[in-house]
T-cell receptor
Framework: GNSVTQMEGPVTLSEEAFLTINCTYT??????LFWYVQYPGEGLQLLLKATKADDKGSNKGFEATYRKETTSFHLEKGSVQVSDSAVYFCALNENRFSGGYNKLIFGAGTRLAVHP | DSGVTQTPKHLITATGQRVTLRCSPRSGDLSVYWYQQSLDQGLQFLIQ???????AKGNILERFSAQQFPDLHSELNLSSLELGDSALYFC?????????????FGDGTRLSIL
């Protein structure tokens, strides 16, 4: 079945450091790929998404490119802030558009801690 | 604020009991999804409803059931509770059923089984 694997955390960085969180997937077909972020005590927020190969999703300085050849969707940010400290989840969807359904398959999550 | 409302925020109960978790989707959203987040299983899809109709099921236990009402709110019923059911249960909603629109998540209900 479809699955998502992401790097284990925690990832600890100093403010203004470069961030990479690796995510690879296994899927039949051509799923959309997502990064969600979970701040302490809150629900998941959609950070960015990409719907087809070579698409780049971006938001709030974060970027990820849908790489079909390496089945990857790595999350990057050039300069992290303390406020970026959270848990980041990579996900793909299993879906059918018409008369269909849509379920998200999540990775295990990667905790990011950014220190001043 | 995602616009998805889940109640209660916290629930503490004992093994063998039954609880109901409630979700109000964002205004205009027809799909409701339930997910379970636990330490050992991570985030897992449970079930999706679209406009009152069940559309997809994940690894949802037979002791768990859900429904979506005509006003589009949804309830997740968990019965014969076990210690392993302790988890954070998220509801999400989206405007469509097939994935063109993103899912928006509520803040979750934390269920603790004593």
């Amino acid at each position: 079945g479809n699955s998502v694997t992401q790097m284990e955390g925690p990832v600890t960085l100093s403010e203004e450091a470069f961030l990479t969180i690796n995510c690879t997937y296994t899927a039949t077909g051509y799923p959309s790929l997502f990064w969600y972020v979970q701040y302490p005590g809150e629900g998941l927020q959609l950070l960015l998404k990409a719907t087809k190969a070579d698409d780049k999703g971006s938001n709030k300085g974060f970027e990820a490119t849908y790489r079909k050849e390496t089945t990857s969707f790595h999350l990057e940010k050039g300069s992290v802030q303390v406020s970026d400290s959270a848990v980041y989840f990579c996900a793909l969807n299993e879906n059918r558009f018409s008369g269909g359904y849509n379920k998200l398959i999540f990775g295990a999550g990667t905790r990011l801690a950014v220190h001043p | 604020d995602s616009g998805v409302t889940q109640t209660p925020k916290h629930l503490i109960t004992a093994t063998g009991q039954r609880v109901t978790l409630r979700c109000s989707p964002r205004s205009g959203d027809l799909s409701v999804y339930w997910y379970q987040q636990s330490l050992d299983q991570g985030l897992q899809f449970l079930i999706q409803y679209y406009n009152g109709e069940e559309r997809a099921k994940g690894n949802i236990l037979e002791r768990f059931s859900a429904q979506q009402f005509p006003d589009l709110h949804s309830e997740l019923n968990l019965s014969s509770l076990e210690l392993g059911d302790s988890a954070l249960y998220f509801c999400a909603s989206s405007v469509d059923e097939g994935g063109r629109a993103p899912q928006h998540f509520g803040d979750g209900t934390r269920l603790s089984i004593l």
